[in-house]
């Protein structure tokens, strides 16, 4: 079986967007390259771009990714969370109002777009937003133009709008919850992130990631995670994604005794994923009746143990001598002398 380089091309134009715009966003996943590839295309245009996923997948991170990526990265990057305001106060916040506009308006205000002139503004939960504000922001994505509540008016903004949600945007105009005009033009770009769950190989890293930034953060010293709880980690569903990762690691570096995170130190839904996990190790592999070759055997299995290492981690030899904990060049002797040649690209 030979397999196209095209893969490791991709992957390591992925990496290199990485290290110059997005170093805060970890992980090998092919699917979450994919979405450097399409950040790196669309960032010096101003299309719209839309941001799906679930809850704590990273979607601020990635609309911060387009900002740095696109030629508006000296100026500002404004988030609003429309989940977070009272809607009474949302069209304020969004737009700004005028001295005297309604009761306690007392001092004109600016608002988020106007704030984000000639740069970036991020709306994350665009699925909360408000009908009649809708229709507003509508017109700000069509004209460029913000009127403040209590202006007569209209002001030209130079933004780059960028919106999130973990809603089904299509279901909900379906609905008659989400404006059908809005929504096409704010997913003129659509990105989608992967859960977590969808992608395990990254959990180690992450893992490994938030123990150092909590032992910076809080002072503690703690020096890694022991096998058996990293298998735990990846067996693990994740609801909260990569945010619940977060906390729970913190939390096990602020309660652990020791110099190590063990299964011991993972909360109770995680330990009954650990032992889940080791039931599966623990199944041996079936001998046919037959009998079998087992030369033949060891050597699948060990082609297609490499196989997966470089796909996970995008073809790069590195990372996959790393997930297969041998060094780098016996990986690369291996990949020389089997039958089985997989054109990996150097990293």
């Known amino acids: 079986m030979e397999l196209d380089n095209q893969p490791g091309e991709r992957a390591a134009d992925s990496e290199r967007f990485r290290d110059r715009h997005a170093p805060f966003i970890l992980g090998d996943d092919p699917k979450l390259l994919d979405v450097f590839r399409i950040i790196e295309r669309v960032a010096d245009t101003d299309c719209s771009v839309l941001i799906t996923g679930e809850s704590g997948t990273g979607k601020e991170l990635v609309a911060r990714a387009v900002h740095q990526a696109s030629d508006r990265r000296d100026g500002p990057f404004i988030t609003v969370n429309c989940a977070a305001i009272p809607e009474n106060l949302l069209e304020s916040e969004l737009f700004g109002h005028t001295r005297g506009a309604f009761t306690g308006a007392t001092v004109a205000r600016q608002g988020k777009f106007t704030a984000a002139d000639g740069g970036t503004i991020f709306l994350d939960e665009i699925g909360e937003l408000p009908l009649g504000l809708q229709a507003k922001l509508l017109r700000v994505v069509q004209e460029k133009e913000v009127s403040a509540v209590g202006e007569c008016r209209s002001q030209r903004v130079d933004v780059r709008i960028v919106v999130a949600t973990n809603r089904n945007l299509e279901q ?23 859960a977590l769950r969808n992608r395990r190989g990254d959990i180690a890293e992450l893992a490994r990631h938030f123990v150092t930034r909590t032992n910076r953060r809080r002072g503690r010293d703690v020096e890694g995670i022991e096998a058996p709880a990293l298998a735990a980690l990846e067996a693990y569903e994740w609801p909260g994604n990569i ?86 060049t016996t990986l690369v002797e291996k990949l020389k002398k089997k039958s089985l040649k997989v054109r990996a690209h150097a990293a």
């Open 172 to 194: 909900m105009v379906q609905a008659g919850d989400f404006r059908e005009d809005l929504y096409y033009r704010v997913q003129v770009v659509p990105i989608e992130l992967p």
């Open 243 to 328: 945010r619940q990762l977060e906390n729970t690691i913190e939390r096990m570096v602020l309660l652990c005794s020791g110099t190590v995170l063990e299964v011991c130190d993972l909360p109770d839904k995680l330990q009954q994923a650990s032992d889940a996990a080791s039931g599966r190790r623990s199944s041996p592999p079936t001998l046919p009746q037959e009998g079998i070759q087992l030369r033949d055997a060891v050597e699948e299995f060990e082609n297609a143990l490499i196989l997966q290492a470089l796909e996970r981690t995008g073809w790069n030899k590195n990372r996959a001598a790393a997930l297969l904990h041998m060094n780098r």
